[in-house]
């Protein structure tokens, strides 16, 4: 699958090496500049298809930048980052053809979903404009982190705190493949976490005895940390849901995906392409294509 080139531009450096870093994890060809200056360089020596640009920085600021962008490669699309002056600064900038904006601190889930808008926009420039398919809003499988049935809980936890470190905001969804890493059995989710916590006897017909004994503080008293540990050994396998999650091809409607979703009671839908699991989609890009359709 080919990659998104995207140049990020911003003058805050700790900002730019940590959006890059997510971003690169995310599937995308990031590079960067702090300047307005070393925007226009880099754009004048390799096209890029995204840019994600800074109002307020030192030089040549974010309009400026917008402005000689749009003379040397008017096809590329920018998302304006701004800090500074909110919706306004945004608004003046939509007026020089920047494509959409962002307000920092953005949600990395948000600013992706912009990226790859921007990226089938430029794609689409000059057609009817469509509504997008499961394969234009799904998270590639390659930059989810996945475990085995095989592995124990405790081993998955890290891969989870592994995707909330790389994503920058939530988690990526957590593939399960059977042990022979081939075949994909489940999601895993958070969610079954909590839901293997639970002692099964706390859902069973209630015995004759009072509620005040069974609930009182006494006997929740370390249970989660007793509960917890028992857990960690278990495996994989064992904790998730015995459903596997719905599957949709790349060309799906996303009103079929929404479909799936509420059909199968999942938060999830796992996507294929040539026969192949190529991605999934999450209630939340469901959301953020509601938001940008209503915005």
Request: charged share 25%.
């Amino acid at each position: 699958m080919e990659k998104i080139k995207l140049l990020l531009v911003d003058d805050e450096e700790q900002f730019c090496k940590t959006t890059s870093k997510i971003l690169s994890k995310r599937g995308y060809e990031v590079t960067t500049a702090g300047t307005g200056e070393e925007a226009v360089d880099i754009l004048k020596q390799k096209a890029q298809d995204v840019v994600i640009l800074d109002i307020k920085m030192p030089g040549m600021d974010g309009h400026k930048t917008l402005n000689e962008i749009r003379k040397i490669c008017p096809e590329t699309k920018v998302i304006i980052l701004t800090g500074h002056g909110g919706p306004d600064s945004a608004y003046s900038s939509s007026e020089l053809g920047a494509y959409d904006y962002l307000t920092k601190p953005c949600d990395i889930d948000l600013m992706s979903s912009k990226i790859r808008r921007a990226y089938s926009a430029a794609r689409t420039q000059g057609d009817v404009k469509k509504e997008r398919l499961a394969g234009d809003v799904m998270i590639r499988i390659d930059d989810c982190i996945s475990v085995t049935e095989d592995k124990t809980v405790r081993e998955a936890i890290q891969h989870i705190m592994r995707s909330f470190e790389g994503s920058g905001s939530g988690h990526l969804p957590i593939p399960v493949f059977d042990k022979n890493n081939r075949e994909l059995t489940g999601i895993l989710s958070i969610h079954d976490l909590i839901r293997a916590l639970r002692p099964a006897y706390l859902s069973a017909p209630k015995p004759s005895i009072a509620d005040s004994a069974r609930y009182s503080a006494l006997f929740w008293t370390g249970l989660f940390t007793a509960r917890t540990q028992s857990l960690a050994n278990k495996k994989v396998g064992e904790v998730i849901s015995s459903d596997a999650p719905p599957m949709a091809d790349e060309s799906t409607s996303l009103m079929e995906v929404a479909n799936l979703m509420q059909t199968h009671g999942s938060s999830r839908v796992v996507i294929t392409g040539m026969g192949k699991i190529i991605g999934v989609v999450r209630e939340r890009e469901l959301f953020f294509e509601m938001a940008e359709l209503i915005s």
